[in-house]
C-alpha cells in the first residue's frame, strides 16, 4: 500500500497508510496570530454503499522554531493504526456535521484582525540537492502552508503545495503566492523546517 512515513526530529511519528485509502494528507501551517506552526496528519477510506471513514494519525501537534518535519512517500508491507476513525455513517458524525454547519450560520466566515505574533516566522522546504524555498507572511499574508496529498485514482505520486495567503486570499478563493508545487514519487523525501 502506498503510504506517507512522517518524522518530526528524526523520530518516527506515524506510517500513514491504509489498504482502503483514498486520500492521505500531511499539512504543515503557519499562523501569523500564533506562536510557531502546527502538523496533521489524516487520510479517507471508501468503505462502498456511499460511506467513507475519516482518518487521523496526527492531530495539530504544535511546533516550535527549528522543528523538522520530514515526509517520504513510501510503498508500505504495514502501517500505523490511526488515532482515530470517523465513518460517515456514524451517529458522531452526523453530530459534528450538524454542529459545525449551526455554527457557520451563526458565524459566517469573514476575517478578522490577527494579532502579528510572529511576523518574521519561515518555513523552508527541502527537497532533493535544490536550495530550501522559504515561504514568509509577505505582501500582508497571514498564513503559510505546505501540504502534501496522495489520491488513489493516481497512486504512484504524492502532491506538495506550499503556499502563503491572506484570509481574503483564503475566503475569496483568489489564491496567494505559490512558492512551490511538485510531485513526490515513490521513496522519495522531502523536508519542512520551522524558522525566523
Not at 475519516?54 to 522554531?65: T, Y
Amino acid at each position: 500500500m502506498r503510504a506517507l512515513q512522517i518524522e518530526l526530529n528524526g523520530q518516527s511519528l506515524a506510517v500513514a497508510g491504509s489498504e482502503a485509502a483514498v486520500l492521505l494528507s500531511a499539512g504543515i501551517s503557519l499562523s501569523i496570530h500564533e506562536s510557531g506552526g502546527t502538523l496533521d496528519v489524516s487520510g479517507m477510506e471508501d468503505l462502498g454503499n456511499d460511506v467513507s471513514c475519516h482518518l487521523s494519525w496526527v492531530e495539530m501537534i504544535d511546533l516550535v522554531k527549528g522543528d523538522r518535519v520530514t515526509v517520504k512517500f513510501v510503498e508500505a508491507a504495514t502501517a500505523t493504526p490511526p488515532s482515530e476513525a470517523r465513518r460517515t455513517d456514524s451517529p458522531q458524525y452526523a453530530a459534528e456535521r450538524a454542529a459545525y454547519e449551526d455554527d457557520l450560520r451563526e458565524n459566517p466566515l469573514g476575517p478578522v484582525v490577527l494579532e502579528r505574533k510572529q511576523a518574521d516566522a519561515r518555513l523552508a522546504l527541502y527537497w532533493k540537492s535544490d536550495p530550501p524555498i522559504v515561504a514568509s507572511f509577505e505582501s500582508g499574508r497571514e498564513f503559510i502552508s505546505c501540504r502534501f496529498s496522495w489520491h488513489s485514482f493516481r497512486p504512484d505520486r504524492c502532491r506538495m503545495t506550499f503556499s502563503s495567503f491572506s484570509q481574503v486570499e483564503a475566503l475569496d478563493r483568489t489564491g496567494g503566492k505559490d512558492w512551490f508545487s511538485g510531485t513526490l514519487n515513490v521513496g522519495e523525501v522531502c523536508a519542512i523546517e520551522l524558522g525566523a
